[in-house]
């Protein structure tokens, strides 16, 4: 590939980048719009007929490594294993 070409990718890449960051916040918007009526009617669950909507409390465990590594600096240091990965930015 050529660097016009590449040139040419980029701009295609930076206008499907902003169209997605678009549609992302119109995605967020009507979420809210959705969560904030289930709240005022107070459901968890709304069944639409053709598609049911939940909007539930959930709970769950984490570790917390900030507190562990503090507690046990050693022990965290024995277990943190070194990962390699490629990282794709156009600035």
Known sequence: MKNQEIRNTVAELQDLYAKADELKAQIVEREQAIKDEMD??????LDLGNVIIRFTNILSNRF???A????HNDLYNTFLKQ?????????
């Open 83 to 91: 990962v390699a990965s490629r990282r794709f930015a156009i600035a």
């Open 40 to 45: 005022s009617r107070e459901l968890e669950v």
């Open 68 to 71: 562990f590594k503090k507690l």
């Open 64 to 66: 917390d490594t900030t």
